[in-house]
Structure formats: C-alpha cells, structure tokens
C-alpha cells in the first residue's frame, strides 16, 4: 500500500535513528495507517466498517495540519468503542500518535502545532504477571520429551526458563553468540547484554547441538534451525510452547513464550536475586520494568505478617 512520503520518512527515522525494532516501527505504521483511514472516513463521510478499504496515500501534510486534539479523541472513541481496544492497546496508539506529531514539529518542521502533546494516555490497571510455579515448570519441561527434535526444543524452554530470554531475542540467536559459558544478546533497540550459562543451559546445549539440522539459509548461522533448516520466527516458538503446554500434566492457561520470560525472572527473585541483577539479565533500560517482576503472593505476605516477633505480644 503506498504511503505518504512524511509517513514514510517517519518510520524510517524510527529505525534509523531512534533504534526501533522492525516488530515496533509496524506498530507504529499500523496504527497511523489507520488513523489516516479514520481522517479520511470522517472527512468523507465514509462507513467506517469498511475502514480498512481507504487508501491513504494522498492523504497530505495540510490535511495533517489541520488535526486538532478533538480529532485525535474521537479516534481513541472509535478505537475503543468500535474496535474494542482495551486501555493498554489505546495507550499504544497515543504513544505512536505523540511521536508521530512532535516528529512533524520538532524534527521535520512541518507543522506549527502539536494536536497531541496534551493527549492523556489511558489508565491501564496493574497486572500482576501470570507465570508458572515450580512444579509447573518441571511438567512444563517434561512435556517436551514427547515432541519431536525434543532435545532442541528442551535447550530453547530451558534457555526461556533459566535467562528470561525475549522470544525475539532467542530467535536471533546465533553460532558465534556463544562464547564459553557466555552468550551475547541483543535485545530492544540493538543494546547488547552478556549473560552467563549455568549448567542446565549448558547441559542442553551440547545435547541439542550433537543433533542440529544444517542451516540451508544465508546469512549468519543461527543457534536454532528449524526442521526446514531455516531461522525461527517468533510465531513457530509461540506454536511449540503451545504444543508443550497443552502436553503437559498441568497446562497453564494461554501460556506464551513472554509468560516463560515472567516465569524465570520471578523465580529468580523468589530465589534472592536483587532488583540490579535482575534489570541486567532481563535487559530492561528502567529498572521500574523489571519492578513487576518483584511482585510477592498474598499467602508469602500473610506469612512474613505471622512471622513478625511483635505478633507475639
């Protein structure tokens, strides 16, 4: 589908310049595709149902000019009453919409105001992560003995379960990312992080690499081959959790890869790992990310409460 140019030079400077990821910058281009959509559907009085029809291309920097900050919340209306989006999915939008806008202002100059810097980005209630207990984990783990290519699929959960590893991160993996008992990671916005391979992850390994399929790609050798002999892609590691899980003798509901990630770091935690350490291993640049990781179950609470020497007076 053909573009605007500025929409085009406002994703390209994503990549380039402020180090999106390629997964974040169709984030941002799905969603101000179909903000222009919903302009030009406004504008024209078009049905919305049939959003995803209009075409955006001749969509010009003037009629951009002339968004206001109503306009930009009647589109967080549509978003979330037409499309259902929840608050998170809305909050995205309003990160992408803030960006785009002070982009045009502040970097292209292509406008004189900014219609979305007083935008308010939607309350998303606290979550607490959804992960698996111990003994979950090791029926987890258990599970992938009946797949097929088990011993790389055990090395990919183990590496999940032991590093907190991003599925995109376990993916990119490569050969030459192993270096003794370390393994390079590149994570958000190409940061490089070193984490250290304690047994069980070097166990696997070597059980894996004895029967690796040959990479037929090009390119750098991958560290996971698929049984076509190409790089993974985060979709067919979400399909093999999947597949694991619902093996298992106690499924996790909805379990994906990132709840593995959760899984590890709250295990991490649970077994004395301090807040620093952890921000390090899980690559996080804010340590308040890694802060929700640090949660502690209401009968942990109610125990430490029990414990107290003064509930003895």
Do not use: W
């Not at 101000?32 to 955006?56: G, V």
């Not at 090395?155 to 008992?181: A, K, T």
């Not at 990671?185 to 040959?214: F, P, Q, S, W």
């Not at 991490?268 to 990310?289: E, W």
């Amino acid at each position: 589908m053909q573009q605007p140019k500025f929409l085009r030079d406002f994703l390209i400077y994503l990549t380039t310049i402020t180090g999106k990821s390629p997964r974040t910058r169709k984030e941002y281009e799905y969603d101000l595709t179909l903000f222009m959509r919903f302009l030009k559907a406004i504008e024209q009085d078009l049905p919305l149902h049939m959003i995803h029809t209009i075409h955006i291309a001749d969509v010009t920097i003037e009629m951009i000019k002339e968004v206001t900050l109503e306009d930009l919340y009647l589109f967080m209306e549509y978003c979330e009453v037409h499309r259902g989006n929840s608050s998170a999915t809305r909050a995205r939008k309003v990160a992408t919409l803030k960006a785009f806008f002070k982009y045009l202002k502040g970097k292209r100059r292509l406008i004189e105001e900014n219609p979305a810097e007083h935008l308010e980005t939607p309350k998303i209630g606290k979550r607490q992560p959804i992960y698996l207990d111990y003994n979950e984990a090791k029926d987890f783990i258990s599970a992938v003995g009946e797949q097929h290519y088990s011993s790389r699929d055990v090395c990919m959960m183990v590496f999940f379960l032991n590093l907190g590893i991003r599925v995109s991160e376990l993916c990119s993996l490569n050969m030459d990312s192993i270096h003794n008992r370390k393994l390079t990671i590149i994570g958000k916005g190409d940061k490089e992080r070193h984490v250290y391979l304690n047994d069980a992850c070097m166990n696997a390994l070597e059980n894996y690499l004895t029967e690796r399929n040959d990479y037929k790609g090009e390119g750098q050798e991958p560290l996971f081959v698929s049984q076509k002999g190409t790089r993974f892609a985060r979709q067919s590691i979400a399909r093999i959790v999947k597949t694991i899980n619902a093996n298992s003798d106690s499924p996790k509901d909805k379990l994906t890869p990132h709840k593995l990630r959760h899984t590890s770091a709250t295990m991490m935690y649970k077994a004395g790992a301090d807040i620093r350490s952890l921000q390090h291993i899980l690559g996080h640049s804010s340590v308040a990310t890694t802060q929700i990781y640090t949660h502690i179950e209401d009968e942990q609470i109610q125990e430490v409460l029990k414990n107290n020497p003064f509930n003895k007076l």
